[in-house]
């Protein structure tokens, strides 16, 4: 099991800013994912022991490319249990997330987590992207969800027009791999571009991961 000293510790080294309530937040939160991986499958049983490296400090990648300014609205599109939504809302306690997945069970773990972690300012509710109305994000977020055209295609009708951040709004996901075609596959629909995660983090795990933001 982890112990919170190590936990504070990979914290800071990346996030000079951490405050001690959001390393505790955060310590908290992957001692909550051990708890509910034994009822619902969050994340890989396999994997579960690596909840913080490959799981939380991956969607925290997102704090490390964006700082999100107060009062920005983000969708977790696809969230499962939480990621990256979770992690992010204790970093950005301003910006209002919205987590949103297919599966009921996974949202009701998010609801559970947030509640037991004080977390203000996240939203979860049992939903698809193509069946949200009336609602418009700066930012769409996705971690594994599927390819990035079809991202992009759900992504574009939620976004909204006015900019408060100085990145343009749009969709911002992790992917691994070689994304060579799915780059091809809307760069005639609009701006994207890679980063690797490796520039963050020192570690092999974050060598083949990428953040891509699509502009919309």
């Known amino acids: 099991m982890h112990q919170k000293e190590d936990i504070a510790e990979l914290l800071r080294k990346y996030f000079y800013l951490i405050s001690d309530q959001q390393i505790e937040q955060i310590f908290n939160l992957g001692q909550l994912y051990h708890e509910w991986n034994d009822k619902v499958n969050v994340v890989s049983r396999k994997d579960i022991q690596n909840i913080y490296h490959h799981h939380i400090l991956h969607s925290l990648s997102i704090a490390k490319f964006i700082d999100f300014v107060p009062g920005t609205r983000v969708l977790d599109l696809g969230t499962g249990g939480g990621l990256p939504g979770l992690p992010l809302a204790i970093m950005f306690p301003e910006t209002r997330f919205h987590l949103i997945d297919g599966k009921r069970k996974k949202v009701d ?59 343009p709004n749009g969709l911002i996901t992790l992917k691994g791999g070689d994304l060579t075609e799915e780059l091809e ?32």
């Open 185 to 216: 596959s809307i760069e005639s629909k609009a701006y994207a571009e890679q980063f690797p995660i490796s520039a963050y983090f020192e570690d092999p795990y974050f060598d083949e991961k990428h953040i891509v933001y699509v502009q919309i």
């Open 109 to 167: 773990v998010v609801k559970d987590i947030a509640r037991r972690l004080e977390l203000g300012n996240i939203e979860a509710t049992h939903l698809r992207a193509e069946d949200i109305e009336n609602r418009k994000y700066d930012f769409v977020l996705a971690r594994a969800v599927t390819a990035l055209d079809r991202l992009y295609d759900w992504s574009r009708p939620l976004i909204r027009k006015q900019q408060i951040n100085g990145l």
